[in-house]
């Protein structure tokens, strides 16, 4: 995926004769590819960001933690994930920002072992408590420790009670190849994931879907903010018009999702080119509802990923909110369009 990403890219700038400056170049670090980045996708394949000047290349990392790492090491200029993995990373004097948002519903599914679901008798008409309670005694698989999936499977775990390692085992697996793999030779008996590895495990292995987040099932996510772009204070500082270029580029990829869905899934389709058209379309349709009408982020947004954080703290997140995200750029991205 990366080797087409930048085949993309150079065939963009062949095709724009000058190209995009070279102070331009962004590298955006993300986990592996999910359509939930389907707003970077369009805007990617459409030239968006072309049109911007921005000569941008997306690498994969195994973790959120990872994505901001990338930012410190100079690796990347921009991470895309769970807000989060900032924010950690803002408590312990990371000089990083969040200044755009991608996505407002937590799209993830849980999913367990069918027989297991069968032995005790679990349906949809099953309260979502009882649900959670008889994960007591699994071993269920994440990406990676401190990922969006972690922080969701913890929060779940200890809604109704249950201690997180002690009372179920958590463990990071990997991308979805990986879990998908552990999951059919019955390594583990459930995992946290994001469309579409639920449906291949539901439809390929008989796997049982507890709990389906992005349908509001579990109220203490329902519309919180799930996906964020993360920058470094000095970069932002210094490419003030490059970050409000990204947030132009990604805007318009939100609108013609919202405007034009079948062709936003069209150009979404084409990074997906392996995957079978049925367990694409149910992707994307577990997805689409997700993406905001704007990139621009709310202190509501904000209060609510540090409610989430608390639950598995134990405590309140020590920060000011107002000092984890900026929407100046997208103050900018509005002005010049």
Do not use: C
């Amino acid at each position: 995926m990366r080797a087409f990403t930048a085949v993309l890219a150079l065939i963009a700038v062949l095709a724009s004769g000058s190209g995009a400056a070279a102070g331009n170049r962004v590298v955006v670090a993300q986990t592996n590819d999910v359509i939930l980045w389907a707003p970077m996708y369009v805007a990617q394949k459409l030239g968006y960001f072309r049109d911007e000047g921005i000569d941008l290349e997306v690498t994969a990392v195994k973790s959120g933690p990872e994505t901001v790492a990338a930012l410190n090491a100079g690796s990347a200029q921009i991470a895309m994930g769970f807000p989060a993995t900032p924010i950690n990373a803002i408590v312990r004097g990371h000089k990083v920002r969040m200044f755009a948002a991608l996505s407002d519903q937590f799209v993830a599914e849980l999913v367990i072992q069918g027989d297991i679901a069968s032995r005790f008798g679990l349906t949809d008409a099953t309260p979502i408590d009882e649900r959670i309670r008889r994960l007591k005694g699994l071993k269920l698989a994440t990406n990676g420790s401190g990922s969006a999936a972690d922080y969701l499977l913890q929060n779940v775990v200890k809604s109704v009670g249950l201690r997180p390692d002690a009372d179920i085992a958590i463990v990071p697996v990997g991308d979805a190849q990986a879990t998908l793999a552990a999951f059919q030779q019955k390594r583990i008996d459930g995992f946290m994931a994001t469309p579409p590895a639920n449906s291949i495990a539901v439809r390929t292995l008989r796997a049982h879907q507890l709990i389906d987040f992005a349908k509001g099932e579990f109220k203490p996510v329902d519309g919180m903010l799930y996906v964020a772009l993360t920058a470094n204070d000095t970069w932002l500082e210094a490419n003030p018009e490059v970050a409000a270029g990204v947030i132009r580029a990604l805007a318009r990829a939100l609108k013609l999702i919202r405007d034009d869905p079948a062709a936003a899934k069209a150009a979404t389709r084409s990074f997906f080119t392996k995957m079978e058209a049925d367990l694409f379309d149910s992707a994307w349709d577990g997805t689409v509802a997700s993406f905001p009408t704007s990139p621009r982020m709310s202190r509501e947004g904000i209060q609510g990923i540090l409610a989430f954080m608390a639950v598995m703290a134990g405590k309140p997140i020590a920060v000011d909110p107002d000092k984890l995200y900026t929407n100046r750029f997208v103050d900018a991205a509005e002005q010049k369009k």
